[in-house]
């Protein structure tokens, strides 16, 4: 296909302003009549025929103000149909299509999950229903008979209020009618039928209006689905309480199904998710399980405002709903929680997913200006780079000029399909400031570097701060300009506490902020009383790749005395993975290792301050991934000597610090039964991340003790952390372990996702061959999302040394498995390619190996949109 330019919008020729679907379900012929009332946009071309989308569709036939059209003056395809020279005044086309949801595995459109009917629409899914102007600027209100065996689907779900419903006399079928009054665009289109056990709350908004509340599960599960609704509570009361947003409909429902694409999807009243981000029990889920149901349920229900109500103009302006939504859901969590500690995860997932991106052939900006395929658009770019510009709008505006511009736009955009300039100017308009050079984190790709250096003068008492920028080169931008980088610091003096920001010139760093607009910038920080530290990029204010002239002692004071959690958290890391990069390349060439003390002498400050949260000394504790040190170095990456050096790190962690980590051990067991609350979550990750650290030194009471652990938990993230460390660190023990545990699971596929993940990540030669067999499990299934993604996608992200093994057979596996999926589910086989997107930086033999099992793929004759768009992308 043609690629889609920013540059080429137009508005619609043609708008929709209601729509009338009557869906008769079946499972191999459903029966869509569709009935639009249309009518000429005076913004568009004059005299435009009417052009429709359609993908897969069998038209049946097909009518204008009531009187079928001959042959001649249409045309249609599976993939569009054009009505051509229609009178040019509102008309009413209906459409009638047939579908076959059974036969529909790749998850868009109208489908079936473990025999409930479910619709997916986001982003071109609607056109798989009926023919349509499947653009989001076409927003209409939306009319839904849905009609179905009552044995088979006795619940009958759409979007918004539902005005009617019955048995269809003399017949088994049965039907309801839903109507939303609310004007949106198709992809916000859903329906459900099925046999569901409902779950039922009400919530009662800010003025006083009661919302029935429904989650929707498979019969059996209800039990589980009970944390899903508090966290929907909790959602709708913030989002009034902290953005001042009401729901607005009387009914809010959502689906819990097996075989979903994504995490989940923020339909108009009706959300459809993936019933891992569901279902929780302390039997089945673990904290960090709840923690994410907590997030999704938010995020999804954030929507209703940030997406719904105001939506995007094109699928270019995805970042308009989704980074803004990100950046709500991580305040929500932050509130709920910890917020140190979130902001800590958020970073975590933001270098691992979105700084690997940037840096490799797949880089795009926030706000891509072109696509070939919408879906491969659904990045880790859009989502957490887009919510962190968001969140240094806050930084650079303050909090009230941030909410000032977060109410003008929802004054003046609500009902719209808006755009990223609409979004700023709202921001500009109420703070009166201009953000043009903000502007460019929206189309800008790559993750700037930031050079700090600061220069003690003792004679004059004044600290001299430098910095540059630079941004790396990125595919197809060449020519990069300066941004607007906030960036947050403290100047910390010798007993800990934070000195004065003054500058030279009089002026302060507002809140703490510098804003640097130059490639260079020096700032002075006249009159001293001693020589401070700097703490730079505090709570990780910019998404930036941060050097500075600091040393190992600076970081070493700073992990023990900043005021910012964030930079305490990040001035370990910063020593560790200085380390490992260090030992790694030792080791390559055969060199003495670095001594790991600086690192020991941090981690046991941190670990033997009884004030600190527990739940951030186990995140100081865990060390930088695989793949974060991997990307560190940057080049000629050899994932094996990766391996071998962090290995060694861990156990001579696990040695220095045994004593505190055998009391962080026995000490920070949450007491009373399990709680999934964020205090008693930290607990366990605490106690879990010592077990493993102990572990790693190898000896049999340590190994011992993992396997007691195993044996006596009585919940999940217990059960699952010490099983983690047995595959591990345990060969010998291992399979027992994971025996107990299918035994234990066998029934629950939620749960044995988790056995799937946890053998892919084996890093050990044997582990090919064990994902292969398990490909093979009755467990496991190419058609289920979840499955794939749990056996082949922790495999081919989440194991380093075996998807990169020497000889290639970790890159041959990955490849075919994505042609055998590209025929099943498009989306999910590109989703799982773009686990070469780090190739390049690959020592030679590795990536010419994955060079050319990206070449087979290629060269694959009548591969998807999806997957080719990857491919040809990864290899440009
Ligand atoms: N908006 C959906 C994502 C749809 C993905 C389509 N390929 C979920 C979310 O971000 O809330
Ligand atoms: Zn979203």
Redesign the pocket.
């Known amino acids: 296909p043609q690629p889609v330019r920013l540059s080429q919008y137009r508005p619609p020729d043609w708008l929709v302003d209601t729509v009338h679907l009557d869906i008769r379900l079946h499972h191999s012929a459903t029966r869509v009549i569709a009935r639009l009332a249309m009518r000429p946009n005076p913004e568009g071309r004059e005299g435009s025929p009417i052009v429709l989308d359609g993908d897969e569709l069998v038209l049946k036939s097909l009518a204008l103000d009531g009187v079928p059209l001959a042959g001649t003056s249409y045309a249609a395809t599976p993939s569009s149909l054009t009505i051509f020279a229609p009178p040019q005044q509102p008309v009413t086309v209906e459409i009638e299509t047939l579908l076959a949801p059974s036969a529909n595995t790749k998850l ?1 459109g109208l489908y079936r999950s473990s025999g409930t009917y479910c619709t ?1 629409c ?2 071109e ?1 609607f056109r798989r229903i009926t023919y349509f102007p499947d653009r989001p600027d076409v927003l209409a209100v939306y009319t839904t008979r849905i009609e179905a065996e009552r044995d088979e689907a006795p619940v009958l779900l759409g979007n918004g209020n539902k005005v009617e419903s019955g048995p269809i006399e003399g017949t088994t079928r049965h039907f309801a009618i839903w109507h939303d009054p609310w004007p949106k665009p198709c ?1 916000l289109f859903a329906l459900v039928g099925g046999k569901l056990e409902r779950v039922a709350d009400s919530f009662t908004t800010a003025t006083g209006k009661v919302v029935e509340l429904g989650i929707y599960v498979e019969p059996g599960k209800s039990g589980r689905a009970g944390y899903a609704m508090d966290a929907l509570k909790r959602s709708m009361r913030w989002d009034e309480e902290a953005f001042g947003c009401e729901y607005d409909l009387d009914v809010f429902n959502i689906v819990a199904v097996a075989d979903f ?6 339909n108009k009243g009706l959300n459809v998710f993936n019933d891992k981000y569901v279902l929780a029990s302390p039997e089945t889920a673990t904290d960090a399980d709840y923690a994410n149901i907590e997030a ?1 349920i938010a ?2 229900y954030f ?1 209703n405002w940030t ?1 719904n109500r105001i939506t995007c103009r094109d699928w270019f302006q995805l970042c308009l ?2 980074g803004l ?2 950046f709500r859901d991580q305040e929500f969590s932050s509130d709920q929680r910890s917020r140190p500690v979130k902001r800590i995860a958020d970073v975590r997932l933001l270098k691992s997913h979105q700084f690997a991106e940037d840096a490799g052939p797949l880089a795009h900006p926030v706000r891509p200006n072109t696509y070939r395929e ?2 491969n658009f ?1 990045t880790a770019t859009v ?1 957490e780079k887009g919510a962190e510009v968001v969140r240094m709008l806050k930084t650079v505006l303050g909090a009230e000029g941030f909410h000032a511009g977060m109410d003008l736009y929802f004054d003046r955009h609500d009902g719209d399909a808006a755009t990223v300039e609409d979004f700023l100017a709202c921001f500009a308009d109420a703070n009166g400031v201009d953000l043009e050079q903000f502007a460019l984190w929206y189309s800008q790709s790559g993750t700037p570097e930031l050079r700090a250096e600061t220069y003690w003068n003792e004679a004059a008492r004044t600290l001299r701060l430098d910095v540059e920028q630079r941004l790396p080169l990125t595919p197809g931008q060449t020519d990069k300009q300066p941004m607007l980088i906030p960036l947050a610091l403290g100047l910390v003096g010798p007993d800990g506490a934070d000195l004065p920001l003054t500058l030279d010139d009089g002026s302060n760093a507002e809140r703490g902020v510098l804003l640097l607009r130059q490639p260079k910038q020096s700032f002075v920080f006249p009159d001293l009383p001693h020589r401070p530290v700097a703490s730079l990029n505090r709570g990780f204010a910019a998404p930036v790749k941060l050097s500075s002239n600091l040393t190992t002692d600076d970081l070493v004071f700073l992990a023990r005395n900043d005021a910012d959690p964030f930079n305490r958290f990040d001035a370990v890391q910063t020593i560790a993975l200085t380390h490992l990069v260090t030992a790694t390349q030792a080791l390559r060439e055969g060199e003495a290792a670095p001594s790991p003390a600086p690192l020991v002498e941090a981690l046991g400050a941190t670990l033997g301050n009884g004030a600190l949260d527990p739940a951030f000394i186990a995140q100081v504790l865990a060390l930088p991934s695989e793949s974060d040190i991997a990307r560190e170095i940057g080049r000629d990456v050899d994932p094996d000597a990766i391996h071998s050096t962090r290995r060694l790190l861990r156990r001579t962690l696990g040695e220095a610090l045994r004593p505190a980590l055998e009391a962080a051990y026995s000490h920070a067991a949450p007491a009373g039964g399990y709680s999934p609350d964020a205090a008693s979550a930290g607990r366990r990750a605490l106690r879990n991340t010592a077990l493993d650290l102990l572990a790693a030194t190898g000896t049999s009471a340590d190994i011992g003790r993992a396997l007691t652990h195993f044996d006596a938990a009585d919940n999940m993230t217990d059960r699952f952390a010490a099983l983690s460390v047995l595959a591990h660190a345990a060969p010998p023990d291992r399979e027992a372990a994971l025996a107990a545990f299918y035994d234990r699971f066998r029934d629950d596929p939620l749960v044995i996702d988790k056995w799937f993940a946890l053998q892919a990540q084996i890093s050990e030669p044997g582990t090919l061959e064990r994902v292969r067999a398990l490909t093979e499990h009755p467990a496991f299934a190419m058609s289920n999302p979840n499955r794939v993604r749990s056996l082949i996608g922790s495999f081919a992200s989440a194991n380093q040394t075996q998807f990169n093994r020497p000889d290639g057979a970790g890159y041959e596996f990955v490849a075919e498995t994505v042609l055998t999926l590209d025929g099943i589910n498009p ?1 999910v086989a590109a989703r799982l390619l773009a686990a070469f997107k780090s190739w390049r930086a690959l020592e030679a033999g590795r990536a010419g190996r994955a060079q050319s099992a990206l070449r087979r793929v290629a060269e694959t004759p009548g591969l998807s949109p999806d997957v080719s768009d990857i491919v040809g992308r990864a290899l440009d």
Do not use: D, L, S
């Open positions: 868009m997916q986001e982003a899914g992809y694409n994504m995490g989940a999807m923020e999704i995020h999804e929507h997406g709903k989704e939504t990100v919408i879906n659904y989502y989306q």
